[in-house]
């Protein structure tokens, strides 16, 4: 799975403070840019949260911390995609894209 790369703020201010990072991924809230499920009644957006373990970074160098949150990221997203056997369709997409794939669904 792709994805943007954390930007390294996170792990910075969690160095600064001596604090664990709280990895979370949501899915879903691209989907809120679509008008019509803004509407009231159904249907309603499904938004998949999960907060995985926290980890300490301030022991780590900010490379090292970028790299261990990235690599957090990445395997807590791929859990989320397993346990909730999301599809394609679920996962981010811009919403150009995810207009052209409403146009391509409804015809």
């Known amino acids: 799975m792709g ?7 996170a792990t910075a201010l969690a160095r600064f403070a ?6 979370c991924i949501v899915f ?3 989907r809120l840019y679509a008008k019509r499920n803004w509407w ?3 249907p309603r957006v499904p938004i998949w949260l999960t907060i995985g373990a926290p980890f300490p970074v301030s022991d780590l ?3 090292e911390a970028d790299t ?14 397993a346990h909730f056997e999301l599809d394609p ?4 997409a811009t919403p150009q894209h995810r207009k052209g794939r ?4 409804s015809s």
């Open 40 to 42: 009231p009644g159904p």
């Open 18 to 23: 001596g604090v664990p990072i709280v990895p």
């Open 61 to 63: 160098d900010s490379g």
């Open 102 to 105: 409403d146009v391509e669904a």
């Open 68 to 81: 261990r949150m990235a690599d957090a990221l990445r395997k807590l997203a791929a859990a989320t995609i």
């Open 3 to 9: 994805g943007a790369a954390p930007k390294s703020g």
């Open 89 to 92: 369709d679920d996962l981010p």
């Open 28 to 30: 879903g809230t691209d």
